[in-house]
C-alpha cells in the first residue's frame, strides 16, 4: 500500500504486483492525511488469521514471522496481540538504542524476557503509562479483534497516538504477549511523525493524549492521576502562563478542576513561583 510517496516507492511496489504472494497493490493519487485510514483500508483487505503492519522504511529479522507464530502456537492460549523487542535505527540503518530501554522505568522491567498476560492486567498496569508497543511492524494481531475494534473516527482524526489507542482496544478483554528476541528495526528520520520538536506536533500530541486518557477513565475506569499530572507537565512548561486559558489551551480539553488540581500539585512539588518561572522559559 503506498499513501501518495513523492519517492521511488511506486515503482517498487509495482516490480512486486505480480508476486503470487500479492493479493492487492493498492496507490494512492492522493496522501490520505492519516497513517490510520491506510490501516483501516490493509486490514478490510487482509484474509489470514493474523495481521502484520510492515510500516514504512522499517525492517525486520528474516525469521520475525516464523519467530513470531512458533511463541503463538506453543503458548497454548488464545493471543490477541504478540509483539516482540525493537531496536531504533537512523534513516541510514544505524543501530541508535534498544527498547529495553524505554521500559527501564518499569520496576522490575518484565520486557527482559518472554511473557504472556492477560491484556487488562496489561493496560491497568502498563499500557496506562505510556505507548509501550512502540511500533507496529513489532506487531501481530488477530484479524478477529477487529470485530469488536474498528477503526472509527476517533482514530482517523488521529496522526500521533493512534497506534496506543488500537493496542489498547485490541487486548482489552484479550490476552497479550511478548518476544524479548529483537527482531524488529524501528526507523527514524528526523521530519517524522513521531519526533514531536514542533509546536504543532506536540499540540497534536498531547491532544490526542487526552483523549485516550478521557477513554480509559471513563470505558475502563482506570486511575490515571500521576499520568494526568504528567501530561499537564507535557503541556505547561512549554508554555507562558499568559498562553494557558487561549482558545488553544481549551481545545485540549484540559478540565479547569484538573488544571486547578495540577498548579496545586506542581506548587507544592517546586514550592516557588520563580522555580516554575524558570522551568517554564526552558
Not at 92 to 102: D, K
Request: glycine residues 2%.
Amino acid at each position: 500500500m503506498d499513501d501518495a510517496s513523492t519517492d521511488a516507492s511506486v515503482s517498487l511496489l509495482k516490480t512486486y504486483e505480480n508476486h503470487p504472494k500479492v493479493s492487492h497493490v493498492v496507490i494512492n493519487q492522493e496522501n490520505s492525511g492519516s497513517p490510520f485510514v491506510q490501516w483501516k483500508r490493509g486490514m478490510e483487505l487482509a484474509q489470514g488469521e493474523y495481521i502484520w503492519l510492515a510500516e514504512s522504511d522499517d525492517t525486520c529479522d528474516h525469521r520475525f514471522l516464523d519467530v513470531m507464530m512458533r511463541f503463538i502456537a506453543e503458548s497454548n492460549e488464545p493471543l490477541d496481540l504478540v509483539y516482540c523487542q525493537s531496536v531504533d535505527i537512523d534513516q541510514h540503518g544505524i543501530e541508535q538504542a534498544n527498547r529495553i530501554e524505554y521500559t527501564s522505568n518499569f520496576q522490575p522491567n518484565i520486557w527482559k524476557d518472554d511473557f504472556t498476560m492477560a491484556g487488562n492486567t496489561f493496560i491497568q498496569q502498563y499500557l496506562k503509562v505510556k505507548c509501550i508497543i512502540p511500533n507496529a511492524s513489532a506487531v501481530l494481531f488477530k484479524r478477529s479483534a477487529l470485530e469488536s475494534n474498528p477503526l472509527d473516527a476517533d482514530h482517523l482524526s488521529m496522526r500521533i497516538c493512534g497506534d496506543w489507542f488500537f493496542w489498547l482496544k485490541t487486548i482489552h478483554n484479550g490476552r497479550i504477549g511478548f518476544v524479548s528476541k529483537t527482531l524488529n528495526c524501528f526507523r527514524h528520520h528526523p521530519s517524522v511523525t513521531r519526533n514531536h520538536s514542533q509546536f504543532s506536533k506536540l499540540y497534536s500530541r498531547c491532544f490526542e493524549e487526552k483523549k485516550i486518557r478521557d477513554y480509559l477513565h471513563k470505558k475502563y475506569e482506570v486511575n490515571q492521576d500521576e499520568e494526568m499530572n504528567v501530561l499537564y507537565h507535557k503541556w505547561f512548561v512549554r508554555n507562558q502562563f499568559s498562553n494557558l486559558f487561549t482558545r488553544q489551551f481549551y481545545t485540549v480539553k484540559l478540565k479547569q478542576t484538573s488544571i486547578i488540581k495540577y498548579l496545586r500539585t506542581y506548587l507544592k512539588t517546586h514550592k516557588t513561583k520563580d522555580k516554575i518561572l524558570k522551568k517554564i522559559k526552558k
